[in-house]
């Protein structure tokens, strides 16, 4: 596609629940992260894979963090059992390779209620 | 950690005027720096980047100074327009990831 795809772009959940959001990439892009930005926060960096390589997963939160990558294309983040801290903007982004501009989607706009 | 610090959290300028917005970077071994901008509600936007390699670079109406000496980024936006008020983030990549500042909140008074 023409840029970075996410969905859902809000999303309002009870804490306890579980929530996926969807990234869909540039075409062609071989790197693919995933970024937390709460209010007035910076970027925080969660997750990041390349290609077939192992994710960098050094960047999620807690065990109830958890992304997948299927054909190297489209991914899901998952968060089980949602808590109010878990309020944020979730940001992907992709890129040519690691060693290249990233380019960002327009969030998906987490509440936990 | 790593650190991507932004000397001013706001600035307001008068439509028209050129825009000056600074960034120090922490790690001397960083040589790809980016700035983005982020509008209300929206993902960050690529503006202009530049390798160690240059101390500047040129788009249309920005303007990106790296001086490696004082690890200090900088971006300039000529004639400021309203549609210029936002959110800008300075990112360093010392090694294969990049690191984000919070960000400078640019506001353009018409």
């Known amino acids: 596609g023409a840029g970075v795809s996410q969905s859902p772009s809000n999303k309002v959940t009870e804490k306890g629940k579980d929530v996926e959001l969807r990234c869909d990439p540039i075409?062609?892009?071989?790197?693919l992260y995933w970024y937390r930005q709460s209010l007035g926060q910076g970027l925080e960096f969660l997750i990041y894979?390349?290609?077939?390589?192992?994710?960098?997963k050094s960047g999620l939160p807690s065990d109830r963090f958890s992304a997948e990558r299927t054909g190297g294309s489209v991914s899901t983040l998952t968060i089980q059992r949602t808590q109010q801290e878990d309020s944020a903007v979730y940001l992907c982004?992709?890129?040519?390779?690691?060693?290249?501009?990233?380019?960002f989607g327009e969030g998906s706009w987490l509440t936990v209620v | 950690g790593e650190s991507v610090g932004l000397h001013l959290p706001t600035l307001s300028v008068q439509e028209g005027d050129n825009s000056i917005i600074n960034c120090a970077y922490s790690?001397?071994?960083?040589?790809?720096f980016i700035w983005y901008k982020q509008e209300s509600g929206k993902g960050p936007q690529f503006i202009i980047d530049?390798?160690?390699?240059?101390d500047k670079r040129q788009g249309q109406r920005v303007t990106v100074l790296l001086n490696k000496t004082v690890k200090h980024l900088s971006l300039q936006i000529a004639a400021t327009q309203p549609g210029d008020s936002a959110v800008y983030f300075c990112?360093?990549?010392?090694?294969?990831?990049?690191?984000f500042g919070t960000g400078t909140s640019l506001t353009v008074i018409p």
């Open positions: 982004a992709s890129s040519r390779d690691r060693r290249n501009t990233i380019y």
């Open positions: 075409s062609g892009h071989t790197a």
């Open positions: 894979f390349q290609g077939n390589s192992a994710p960098d």
């Open positions: 790690n001397s071994a960083s040589d790809y």
């Open positions: 530049i390798r160690s390699n240059m």
């Open positions: 990112a360093e990549m010392p090694g294969n990831q990049f690191y």
